[in-house]
C-alpha cells in the first residue's frame, strides 16, 4: 500500500475552507497530546490562552501591540516572497529601522521643529529598513549572490549593532542598557491600552499592496517573477530592478515596523525591540499565501497565540518551554495543510511507480537543452532542476498564483526516493 | 476614566474567564497572599534565575497555604515584560517580583497603573509608594572570592568573562580585582565580554578564549555554569557565580559569590502581608545574608580560607572594600588614602581598577 | 577509428526487448519496439528528438515501465520496476545530466547507493579498486578528487566508472558526446572500445551521424517510436541513415502563395555566440530575413537554433558580430529593446519560458501588451479591458480554455501554444521569431500554427522559424538555412531543397550541390564551404 499526493486539478474553493479548518483541529488536537504527556487538562488551557488573549479589553489591545510588528513585517515579507526573492532579514530590517527612529528621535531634537520629528523618525526607520534589504536585493540582482544569507546574516549585524548602541554607545546614564526616552513629541499616539497609531499604518499598507498586487503594472510583473522567472527574462521584464526596487519597498516597511515599536511602545532603543518578529513574519507570509489582507489576519491570530501563550505559564503553571513546544505544535498542521490545498492525498494498494512517472517530463524531450522539463501537468516550470531521473521527492518552495493560491508548499515530483 | 472602566469590565470578563475555564472558584477575598515572580531565565540555569526561585520555595515553605506563589520564566526586558506584569496585577496578585534589570520601565509603567499592588524590582533603580528596590552588595563575596584567586593563581593570570559594561558588572570585576591584588599583588585579571547575560554557547567560547590565553582561573558575571565547566576540562580552576556552582560542576570551582534570596524574600512578603512593608531601596551585603561566599572547595588550604575568613569577619563589621588608596586602570588615583567610595559612586563605576587587563567599550 | 571486433552473431543476445509499448498522455512514445542487444557490442540509437529514444532506455534502465512488451535477459524474462533491479541485472546508464553529488569525492559518489556498503566503508580499499578499473579501461580519474573539481569529461567518466564499479555488462549513455568537446569525445570512443573488448555491450543514444559511424557495430534508427530499421554500420552510409531518421512523409500540404519578399528586417552580420556553459555556440553564423518571407531554419537540437533565436530576441549576448533590425543596430541590446523594436517570439519551451502556468490565460494573453494604453495607464492597469482584450483574441485564437480566468497550467500543450501565439501575434510589427512551433501538437494545432506563420508573411512582417521537422520547413519556409555545430552550412530555396540533402548538411556534410543558394541575398558575407 502506497500514499500518494496527487496535484489538484483545480484549486477548489471547499478545499481552501476546509483545509484551513482541518488543520486547525488537528493542531489542537496535537497541542492536546502534548498537554496531556505534560500533564495538563488541554480544554483548560485552551480555554485560559483564548481568555488570555480575547477575554479582557487589556488581552485585546496586548494582541494588537504584538500584531502591529508582525503585520508589518509579514507584509514586508510577502512582498519579497512574492517574487521570490528570499527575504529572511525581515529581523535586521525591522532592528535597522528601530536604531534609526530612536536616533532620529534621540539626536535631532534640538533645532528641528518638534512636529517633524515624528515623520522624520518614520522616515528614517522606513529608509534604514530600505537600505539593509538593498543590500543583498543589489549583489543578487548583480552578483547573483544568494539572498537567504545575505539577509540572515545582515540579521546578525543589525540587532548586534543594536546592542552596541544600547549596552554601550547610546546608553542612558544610570541605565544598564537602553538608551534615554524619546522625547514625547516624537512618541506615536496610542488607541488603546499599549496599542499605538502603528496599527493604522500597517493595516493601510496592507490594503495599498492588495492594490499593488491587483491592479498595477509593478505588481503584475512581480508576479510573473515569481510564478516564472524565465518567462519574466523573455518578456522583456527587467528582473534585477525589480529585486531592487521591491526590497527597497519590503525593507523599508520592515523598517517601519521598527521604528513604530521605539516611536510607540519603548519609546526608546533597547532590548526586546523584537523578539523574532522578522522570523515569525515568514510563517505569517507564507500562512497567509502572500495575500497582504491574509497577512493581516494571520499577524493578529499569530499575536493571539502569543498573548495567549502567556497563560500557558501563568495559569496553567507549565514551563515556557512547553509554551514553547505548544506554539510550534500548533503551527506545523497549519503550515503542512497547505500542501493539500494544492494536491489531494490518494491511497493505492499497488507499488505503483506509473504514477509517479506520469508527473514527468516525456524525457524525449529533454533532450533537448531548450526544454526545462516539467510537463505541463506539473504546472510552471521555473528553475526546476532537470536531473530527476532518481525519482527523488525534490521539495520547492512555490509561490505563485493567484490571490486564492499564492504560496504553498509544493513538491516538485511526487513519490517517494527510490 | 474611561479607561478605567474599561478595565475594571476587563477584569471582570478574565474572572470570569477564569471561573468558567478552571472551574475551581477562586477566591478572591479571602484567599492567600498572592506573589509573582517575573524570571529573566529558566530556574533551571543553576544561577542567577535558580537562586530567587530557591528563595520562592523558601517564601512557599515558610507560609505554606497563607501564600500562593507563581512564577513566569523566560520573559524578555521590554514590551513583553510590560505586559506580563500587567496581567499578574490584572489577576489579583498582591505582591509581585521583577528580577532584571530590564523591568525597572515596565514595572514601573504597571506600578503606576495598580496603586493596590506591591512592586518589587530587583537591581534598579526607580521606586513608588507601591514599588521597591532589592539588590545585594555581590562585589563583597567577589571580593572574597578574589582573595581565593589571587592566592591560588600560578602563573598570575585570572580569566573573567565578563556581561556587559555596565557598573554593576565593571563594579564586580573591580571587587574581585581588589581581592587578587590583595592576595597576590603581581596577578592581573583579564576580561572578555560576551554582551549576554544567558548564552551557554558563548560563555563557554569566552571562557575558552580566556583559557587559551593562560589563564589558570575563570570566574564571571554570567547566569550559566559553562565557563566553570570549560575551566574543568581543561584541567583550570573557576569561582562559580550566583549559585554553589560547585554542586553542579565540581571542587574544581574553589568557591562561588552568591545570593541568597531566602531572608530576604520572607521578610519583604511577611512586612506585606502584615501591612507594614514601605518602599524601600534595600542594597543588603554580607552583614543579612543576602550574599555569601560559597563553602569551599577541598582544594582550597586552611591558610587562604583563613584570609578569606579575616576579611569576611572585616567586612560585616563594615569595614567597606572599596577604601583608598585604589588607584583606576591607568594609574590615576581613583580612590585617595583613606577615602571611601559612596554608594552612588559604586552604582555608576565606569572605569577599572589597577590590575585589571581589558577595556571598557568606549561610550 | 578504432579496430572493430566482429560480431559472432552466434550467441544468442544478452538483451532482448521485445515489443515494447509506452504511452504518455497524448503521445505514444514507443510502439511494439524490438531490439536485441550482443554482448560485447556497441548498438547506437539513432532517431530525431522525441523519436522515443530515452524513452526507450529508461524503460530499460527501470525509470519507467512498459505498457506492454517484455524484456529478456540472458533469455530470461526479467521484471525491472526500479532503477536497482536494473542494476541487479547489471544494466546502467550514464544520463545526460550527471547524478553525482558535486561536495563529495569521486569513491564517495562511486560507491553512494550501492546497498550491501559496509556500514564504514573502507574507503582505501575502495579507491585501490577504482585505481585498477581506472587504469583497466583508460578511465583517468583521481578517486579522491571532488567532483565539483573536476570538468564535464570527467565526470562522465566517474558516471562510467560508477556503472563499471557495480558491475554493469550492459552500459546505456543517453547522448554522451552532446555535452564533450571533440576531444573528449575522441577519449570516449577509446573508452568504449576498451569496454568492449571486456565483453560489455553498449548502447548509446545519439543523432550524430559521424558517432554513429565512428563509434558503433550497429545501428537502430527510431521515428516516431518506431523502429524503422536495424543495420550493421558498415552495411549502411550517412545519406541512408539521414533519411531513415528523418524520413520523408510530408505530412500536407499548405496553400501557400509565392512570397514577396521586401527590404530586410533582421540582418546578422558574422554574429559569434556562447551557449549556456560558455562554449561557442554560434561561430561566424550571418543571415537576412526580409519582409514577406519566412526564413527557415534546420538543424539537429543543440547546434545553435536556440542560441539563435535568444541572439535576435535579445536574450542572450552577441560575442563579435552584429544584429540589425530594419537596418538599427540592436546588437546589445536586451529582450525590452528587441520588443519594442518589433520583434516577437514564439519560445522553443513553451511551459518553462512562454507562459506562466500559474497565472490565467488572461493574464497570459497581455504579457507583453499590459505595458501600453488602453490596458494600462501611469502603472494601473485596467482589469476590465484586460480581459475584454484577452476574450478576443481568444475568440480569433481559437483558444480552447473553459475561462478566460483559468490557470494556463491546465491547458493542453496546443492551447497554450496558440495562448502564446495570440500574444507575439498581437505583439509582433516586425519580425516573428517562431522556435519549434508546432512541436508535440497535434495535426489540427500545428495546422493552425503554420498557418498562423504564413499570415504574418502574407502581412509583409519577416518570419524566423526554427525547425528540426524538414517537412515543415519544406511547405512553410521560402528559404532554409542548415546550422550545424552553430555554423551555416548554406542557405537553399525551399521548393529546391532535398530532404536528403538537409539531411546530409544538418549531419554535418558540406554539401557541394548547393550552389544556387549563394546568389540570396541570405547568404551575403555568409559562409563558404
Known sequence: ?418 | MKKRVLAVVALALVMSMALTACGTGAKESEGPFKVALVYIGPPGDLGWTYEHDRGRKAVEAEFGDDVETTYIESVEEGPDAARVIRQYAQEGYDMIFATSFGYMDPMFEVAEEFPDVIFEHCSGYKTLDNMGTYFGRIYQPRYLAGLVAGSMTEVNNIGYVAAFPIPEVIRGINAFTLGVRDANPEATVTVVWTNTWYDPVKEREAAIALLDAGVDIVTQHQDTTEPQKAAQERGALSIGYDSDMRAFVGDTVLTSPMWNWETYYIDTIRQAMDGKWETHQYWGGLSDGVVKLAEFSPKVPQDVRDLVADAQKAIIDDDDIFCGPINAQDGSVLVAEGACMDDAGKLSMMVFVEGVVGTIPAQ | MTARITQPTVSPPVLQMRSITKRFPGVLANDRVDLDLYAGEVLALLGENGAGKSTLMNILAGLYRPDAGEILIQGRPAEIHAPRDAAAFGIGMVHQNFMLVPTMTVAQNIVLGIADLAFVPDLGAIETRIRELSDRYGLKVDPRAYIWQLGVGEQQRVEILKLIYRGADIVILDEPTAVLTPQEAQDLGRILAVMQAEGKSIVFITHKMAEVIAFSDRVCVLRQGRVVATKRTADTNPRELARLMVGREVLFRLDKRPAQPGDPVLTLEAVHANNDKGLPALRDVSLQARQGEILGIAGVAGNGQQELAEVVTGLRPIKRGKLLINQRDLTHCTSLEAIHAGVSHIPADRVGMGSVGDMPVADNIVMKAYRMPPLARQGVLNRRRILDFARALIDVFQIATPTPQTHVKFLSGGNIQKTILAREIDACTDLLVAVYPSRGLDVGATEAVRRRLLEQRDEGRAVLLVSEDLDELRTVADRIAVLYEGRVMGVVNAEEADVETLGLMMAGASDPVIGDAAADPGTEGGRTQ
Request: overall charge positive; glycine content about 12%.
Open chain 1, 1 to 418: 500500500m502506497k500514499l500518494e499526493l496527487r496535484k489538484r486539478e483545480s484549486i477548489s474553493r471547499r478545499a481552501a475552507i476546509v483545509v484551513p479548518l482541518a488543520s486547525f483541529g488537528v493542531s489542537l488536537l496535537f497541542g492536546a497530546i502534548l498537554l496531556i504527556v505534560s500533564g495538563a487538562n488541554p480544554l483548560q488551557t485552551y480555554a485560559a490562552m483564548a481568555g488570555g488573549a480575547f477575554g479582557s479589553v487589556n488581552g485585546l489591545t496586548e494582541v494588537l501591540v504584538k500584531s502591529i510588528p508582525l503585520i508589518l513585517t509579514g507584509l514586508g515579507v510577502a512582498l519579497a516572497f512574492r517574487m521570490r526573492f528570499w527575504n529572511i532579514g525581515a529581523e535586521g530590517q525591522l532592528t535597522m529601522g528601530a536604531v534609526a527612529a530612536a536616533g532620529v528621535a534621540l539626536f535631532w531634537s534640538q533645532g528641528m521643529p518638534a512636529w517633524t520629528i515624528l515623520p522624520l523618525s518614520l522616515l528614517a526607520g522606513c529608509i534604514a529598513g530600505a537600505v539593509w534589504a538593498g543590500v543583498p536585493a543589489i549583489l543578487k540582482a548583480f552578483l547573483n549572490v544568494d539572498e537567504t544569507l545575505t539577509t540572515l546574516m545582515l540579521n546578525y549585524v543589525a540587532v548586534l549593532y543594536s546592542e552596541h548602541l544600547y549596552y554601550v554607545a547610546w546608553r542612558a546614564p544610570n541605565y544598564n542598557s537602553g538608551t534615554e526616552r524619546i522625547p514625547e513629541f516624537a512618541w506615536l499616539p496610542r488607541i488603546a491600552g499599549r496599542a499605538h497609531a502603528g496599527i493604522f499604518i500597517g493595516l493601510a499598507i496592507a490594503v495599498l499592496l492588495w492594490a499593488v498586487f491587483r491592479y498595477t503594472r509593478w505588481g503584475f510583473e512581480l508576479k510573473i517573477i515569481g510564478a516564472n522567472p524565465t518567462a519574466a527574462r523573455y518578456l522583456g521584464i527587467s528582473i534585477a530592478r525589480n529585486i531592487v526596487v521591491t526590497l527597497l519597498v519590503s525593507g523599508a516597511i520592515s523598517g517601519l515596523a521598527g521604528a513604530g515599536e521605539v516611536l510607540g511602545l519603548t519609546r526608546r532603543l533597547q532590548q526586546g525591540i523584537s523578539v523574532g518578529y522578522g522570523y515569525t513574519a515568514i510563517i505569517i507570509a507564507w500562512m497567509a499565501q502572500l495575500n497582504p489582507l491574509g497577512v493581516v489576519l494571520v499577524a493578529f491570530l499569530m499575536a493571539a497565540l502569543a498573548v495567549g501563550g502567556d497563560q500557558i505559564q501563568m495559569r496553567m503553571r507549565l514551563p515556557a518551554s512547553v509554551g514553547v513546544v505548544l506554539q510550534g505544535m500548533l503551527l506545523i498542521p497549519m503550515l503542512a495543510g497547505s500542501i493539500f490545498r494544492e494536491y489531494s492525498l490518494h491511497v493505492s494498494r499497488a507499488r505503483n511507480q506509473e504514477s509517479r512517472i506520469e508527473n514527468r517530463e516525456d524525457t524525449d524531450r529533454q533532450e533537448d537543452d531548450a526544454v526545462d522539463g516539467e510537463a505541463a501537468e506539473t504546472g510552471g516550470a521555473n528553475g526546476s532542476s532537470r536531473s530527476r531521473g532518481t525519482g527523488g521527492a525534490a521539495g520547492t518552495l512555490r509561490s505563485g498564483g493567484t490571490e486564492g493560491s499564492a504560496g504553498s508548499l509544493r513538491s516538485g515530483g511526487t513519490g517517494g526516493s527510490a
